[in-house]
């Protein structure tokens, strides 16, 4: 079993940067990070694959958000920069522990991620 928590989450003005940090109490195949605004669905947001550090974004964020992982300490950062209101969101970080959501096309289904934090607050004021 690997638990996750999430830190990080605040309030940051639109423009501004900020990180999220995700502990694993395990090593997982991959990390995930997914976000839900309010009065929506949870929707993903990016994935690292832990032995190589391959990224996959969606493509609301790329170019602004940079997810990394540290396999030693276990960690997965969400590094968002240029954040606007429209990123406001709670952000859950995922682990993939089968390796089942590098499948084709399969990194944006949550039934592939086995674990999951209990998310992190964070809002972007305009």
């Known amino acids: 079993q690997v638990q996750l928590v999430e830190s990080g989450g605040g309030l940051v003005q639109a423009g501004g940067s900020l990180r999220v940090s995700c502990a694993a109490s395990?090593?997982?195949?991959?990390m995930a990070w997914f976000r839900q605004a309010p009065g929506k669905e949870r929707e993903f947001v990016g994935t690292v694959r832990w032995n190589d550090g391959k990224t996959y974004y969606a493509d609301s964020v790329k170019g602004r958000f940079t997810i990394s992982g540290d396999n030693v300490a276990n960690m997965a950062y969400l590094q968002m920069n240029s954040l606007k209101p429209e990123d406001t969101a709670i952000y859950y970080c995922?682990?993939?522990?089968?390796?089942?959501?590098?499948?084709?096309?399969?990194?944006?289904?949550?039934?592939?991620?086995?674990?999951w934090g209990q998310g992190t607050q964070v809002t972007v004021s305009s």
């Open positions: 995922a682990a993939d522990v089968d390796g089942s959501a590098w499948y084709p096309g399969r990194f944006r289904t949550e039934d592939e991620y086995e674990y």
């Open positions: 395990g090593s997982p195949y991959a």
